[in-house]
């Protein structure tokens, strides 16, 4: 059992949680993720990125939006409540290396797991550039630990509710034209990191994605990861989660991932209903 | 249909207080009571009812007894059949249950599982008078019999366990390797501390063997046992990953470790369209329905994909288990497409009897070319080509063949892959000085199964590749005797 220590509210929909996870916390690096289950017969299995961990204390963070029916769920669970069941650490941590500059893409509550890899890029003696994109104001988060990493970080919303009425693509575009960018790491909604993989394809610039896709056991087990990565066929859970963002074919990853849209609009819509909650709030 | 009290009732008239040898010849070959197909397929409780105790007593008595006991040698775990079976002709179910026990840990589930046409009965001295393997004795519903009957009875005898040697070792997994290695290493004395990965322990007998074949309750009863027996069962701790194969030997105290992983990575196809919507390994198809419940579609949080028209590949169990998994969430049609004939399925023979009474059809001698999908990469249906018997392969059976100009697409909304699976890569991946063959499994020495690392031993499929619950059985517990042995040291 995983004991919650702290938990945040971070906008409607986007939840922060501090857990008891001795053993992953002392195992886990950048870019890796979990998987959890709440227990029971009936729950389902869902990946969540680890945003940060504490050896020391033994906990991880996680960032969560509520989109499906577990995530409503979790956002229920209180401090001092328990989530039953938790693996991990999943996936291979980021390749930190010393490059130059390093560009840090973060699209929603991607900003999460992209925060321990850019202050470890910093940490490998790069120049780290961040720029950060949310629909709105409130569902711009960690603004503050990222400017910890850089003062001059850039913030884009679809409104223009705060920062610059953009999206990512364009400030990444500007850095890319005016100055040399040796590596950018985007982690987002896939299409977001589609897009940052199409607008450096043209400068060259080896552009990393972490996906988050269908998957079930996270050992290489059930095959539900599997993507198309420069022709050949990879695993997410054992090969990733990061991938060279040119190579991914991001159109069959966009598809994928709607293979249950029907049952989980419905079961998402159930949701509400059940815990008595409007759409748009957790 | 007769019903079961009709059955037992037939059975017991049959019975006689002693049999010539002529007299058990003409023993009728008894059948277990199944479900009927229109009704199973719209449930998921399990198939075969197993026999009743006259049929049982019956069925025993159709052993001849013979001498040279060819039954043993087809056995893995060389089991002492006429031995257990003759113990039911006494009707001492229990001193049966106890010579089963002497080589088999798990016969409630090797009496369901076991492709015992091709081994124990595929030797039987009965069958051979018959020329029928179909007449041998029932050898595997006999074992089934007993074990059940034990069950149900609530006889738990746990084994003696030696007195504590204070070692501590691991057990990677908790499949049927792994389940038997941990029983023999714990009784020995040692604490033993078995990995699972997943949320729930019993490897694929959990996430593979569907409920209508190996009811989950019987495997969740195997590691309440182990867990009675002192065995510690940790879920969620995926060796590799949570803590490496090396620390658990060098810095968490443990003396030897155990790896029975299994092969969990599923091979695809590798034809293009592989990763259309719609397409699915049969471990994924599978594990949503047996380890996620998805088949209760009130109740479990995991979706499973609506399908119409399902084709499904391979030959094997894990094919006719997909197939008739597909047809009990509410296909319309299911067809397993394999690319040689029916003569060649490895599948257990009950199996695929069970398939084509519940509907399953069948497409022999085609093998697929390409996943055909819509604009928006929506399966839509698969481009076969038809194949012909040539010469046999390095496996001994004849090579599919194709016949070039005999391309056409058959129509589905969803693909299941069941051509086998390759061994599961993490522990390679974190542990690279652990040697391994070119299909990634464990190369061990064939006496001690005895990985390339002192002290960590590995057995069932990740050593064999995809093969039988009673072969994985058997590696657990050769290689628990040699750890045994180690430990001493």
């Known amino acids: 059992m995983h004991k919650i220590l702290k938990k945040e509210k971070w906008s409607k929909e986007v939840f922060w949680m501090e857990l008891e996870a001795e053993k992953i916390a002392k195992e886990r690096k950048a870019g890796q993720f979990i998987i959890l289950q709440l227990g029971g017969k009936y729950n389902e299995r869902i990946p969540l990125t680890i945003a940060d961990a504490d050896s020391e204390k033994g906990t991880i963070q996680i960032v969560f939006q509520t989109v499906g029916e577990t995530t409503h769920l979790l956002a229920k669970k209180e401090v001092g409540d328990s989530i039953a069941n938790v693996l991990g650490p999943l996936g291979n941590p980021t390749k930190i290396e010393k490059v130059g500059t390093v560009v840090c893409v973060g699209g929603g509550i991607g900003v999460a797991p992209l925060f321990p890899i850019a202050q470890a890029m910093k940490a490998a003696g790069n120049k780290v550039k961040i720029i950060l994109g949310a629909r709105n104001k409130e569902l711009v988060i960690m603004e503050d630990k990222m400017r910890e990493v850089d003062p001059d970080l850039i913030i884009t919303t679809d409104d223009g509710s705060y920062g610059r009425k953009a999206l990512v693509t364009v400030p990444l575009k500007e850095l890319c034209e005016n100055e040399k960018i040796d590596e950018v790491v985007a982690i987002g909604p896939p299409i977001m990191m589609k897009f940052c993989a199409k607008t450096t394809e043209e400068f060259k610039v080896k552009t990393i994605v972490s996906l988050n896709t269908i998957m079930i056991d996270g050992t290489g087990m059930c095959g539900g990861c599997r993507v198309n990565i420069g022709g050949e066929t990879k695993f997410v859970c054992v090969d990733g989660p990061e991938f060279d963002g040119h190579l991914v074919d991001w159109d069959n990853v966009l598809n994928r991932l709607g293979t249950y849209k029907s049952q989980e609009g419905e079961a998402h819509h159930k949701c509400h209903l059940d815990l008595k909650l409007a759409e748009g709030e957790a | ?489």
Not at chain 2, 320 to 325: E, G, H, K, W
Not at chain 2, 349 to 374: M, N, Q, T, W, Y
Not at chain 2, 415 to 430: F, H, M, Q, R, Y
Request: with cysteine; glycine share 8%.
């Open chain 2, 1 to 489: 249909m007769l019903d079961r009290k009709e059955v037992e009732s037939k059975a017991k008239s049959l019975i006689k207080d002693s049999y010539s040898q002529k007299e058990k010849m003409k023993i009728p070959a008894q059948e277990m009571m199944t479900q009927d197909p229109e009704q199973r397929i719209l449930n998921m409780d399990e198939v075969a009812l197993g026999y009743t105790e006259s049929q049982a007593i019956l069925e025993a008595n159709r052993c001849l007894q013979c001498k040279t006991k060819p039954c043993i040698e087809g056995c893995p775990v060389r089991i002492d059949i006429p031995g257990f079976i003759k113990k039911i002709a006494e009707k001492d179910i229990e001193g049966a249950y106890d010579v089963i026990s002497e080589s088999s840990l798990l016969p409630s589930i090797c009496g369901r599982v076991c492709p015992q046409e091709s081994q124990c009965q595929k030797f039987c001295t009965v069958g051979k008078m018959f020329k029928d393997v179909d007449k041998s004795v029932g050898i595997g519903r006999l074992e089934r019999y007993v074990a059940d009957v034990m069950r149900e009875q609530g006889n738990e005898n746990l084994p003696k366990i030696e007195n504590s040697t204070g070692k501590k070792v691991a057990v990677v997994g908790s499949g049927p390797a792994s389940i038997s290695a941990a029983a023999d290493l714990r009784k020995a004395g040692h604490e033993v501390f078995m990995f699972e990965a997943l949320h729930k322990g019993g490897g694929v007998l959990v996430y593979g063997i569907p409920e209508f074949r190996l009811p989950k309750e019987i495997v969740a009863k195997e590691l309440n046992k182990l867990e009675k027996m002192g065995v510690h069962i940790e879920t969620n701790f995926l060796v590799g990953r949570t803590r490496k194969l090396q620390d658990l030997l060098d810095k968490d105290g443990f003396s030897a470790i155990f790896i029975g992983t299994g092969a969990g990575l599923p091979k695809f196809l590798n034809i293009p369209g592989e990763n259309n919507i719609g397409v699915f390994s049969a471990n994924e198809y599978l594990t949503r329905s047996n380890l996620m419940y998805s088949y209760d579609k009130k109740l479990s949080k995991t979706p499973q994909f609506i399908s119409k028209k399902v084709a499904v590949f391979g030959g094997g169990n894990v094919a006719m288990d997909s197939a008739r998994t597909a047809l009990r969430l509410g296909a319309e049609s299911v067809t397993i497409v394999y690319r040689r004939s029916k003569e060649e399925l490895p599948a257990r023979r009950e199996e695929v009897h069970h398939a084509i009474e519940e509907g399953v059809k069948f497409l022999f001698l085609h093998s697929p070319l390409e996943v055909c999908a819509d604009e928006k990469q929506k399966v839509t249906g698969v481009k076969l080509i038809t194949c012909e018997l040539g010469e046999p392969d390095a496996s001994g059976r004849r090579r599919p063949v194709q016949i070039e100009g005999t391309e056409a697409v058959f129509e589905c909304d969803t693909v299941i892959v069941a051509i086998g699976n390759n061994s599961n890569p993490l522990i390679k991946l974190t542990t690279p000085e652990i040697e391994t063959n070119r299909r990634g499994n464990f190369v061990v020495n064939d006496e001690t199964m005895e990985t390339s690392i002192t002290g960590v031993y590995a057995g069932g499929d990740i050593v064999l590749g995809a093969a039988t619950v009673i072969k994985a059985m058997g590696q657990g517990r050769k290689a628990a005797k040699s750890m045994n042995e180690f430990l001493k040291k």
